[in-house]
């Protein structure tokens, strides 16, 4: 038998409680899941887990929000152990990075950071940051409001397996300030914006 402490709600469930879809949590709450979680991942990253499926049905918290676990370790895998290539289907659709969309088998940490930028975004906006209905289609919306990566942001993009597909789209960067309410916190939306790199 396994035993677990108990946590009333998941991350998913809080936001939409608490939110409706309609604008995003309050700024110290955000401040202060996005702190448990950065420090959770960094602990696992420190002893070169990833957790490969970082969103926020898998971020518990008790019913005050004072206490943040990390959960469903199911994808998690050891950085750095030669075991052949990594899996591309890892992460739930909408949290995934762009090199995992673009078919890579050898990413690492920024997997799990760029998740955590998407949750972060989430938390701010009431309602996830991108919701593609296909790999293809993520990418795709990702590239649209973020701007498509060419060969000075991001030179390693032409050695993925799908790049060419995608490499003609040509968009407009939207700036993260556009897409989440008024009175986000710009440190937040700056942080994510990071994460997103």
Known sequence: YLVFDFYQQDLARFIDLSTGGEGGLED????HISHGVLEGVAYLHSHKILHRDLKPHNILLNWDCSDIKIADFGLAREIGIPTGPL????????????EALLGSTAYGEPLDVWSIGCIILEMLRGKAFVTGSSPEDQICKIF????????TTWP????????????????RVVPLSDIVPEEASPAAVSLAGAMLK
Do not use: N
């Open 28 to 31: 110290s709450l955000v401040k």
């Open 87 to 98: 899996a591309v289907d890892v992460v739930t659709l909408w949290y995934r990075a762009p």
């Open 144 to 151: 649209a409001i973020l701007g498509a990566p060419d060969d």
């Open 156 to 171: 390693e993009a032409d050695t993925l397996p799908l790049w060419r597909s995608h490499m003609r789209l040509v968009s």
